[in-house]
Nanobody, 124 residues
């Protein structure tokens, strides 16, 4: 069974940077998609940055140019580097991996493996 564990959240000022980490264990298949989601209070969970099975990364428009996603396969870890953070970036950030061919952006509720979440708070 796949297990994901995030870390790296915190409280920062607008304009600051954070790097989130997601350590993967128990992965025995090639993911169809993997990446990061976030959820602010009272809002739906939304995709932030996703990597598909071809290694192509896509970003939520508001974070494009500020966030990057990377992997360290030797450490079984992938990262979300967040620069020039804004108050609207606040929320609980989750890493996720899915093996089935779904629309990972719109059908996030079908994703099978999630981390426990890490809080990011950006103050103005």
């Amino acid at each position: 069974q796949v297990q994901l564990a995030e870390s790296g959240g915190g409280s920062v000022q607008a304009g600051d940077s954070l790097r989130l980490s997601c350590v993967i264990s128990g992965l025995t298949y090639r993911p169809y998609c993997m990446g990061w989601f976030r959820q602010a209070p009272g809002k739906w969970r939304e995709g932030v940055a996703l990597v598909d099975s071809n290694g192509i990364t896509t970003f939520e428009p508001s974070v494009k140019g500020r966030f990057t996603i990377s992997q360290d396969t030797a450490k079984n870890t992938f990262y979300l580097q967040m620069n020039r953070l804004e108050p609207d970036d606040s929320g609980v950030y989750y890493c996720a991996i899915e093996s089935k061919a779904i629309n990972c952006w719109d059908e996030w509720y079908k994703i099978g493996a999630w981390g426990q979440g890490t809080q990011v708070t950006v103050s103005s």
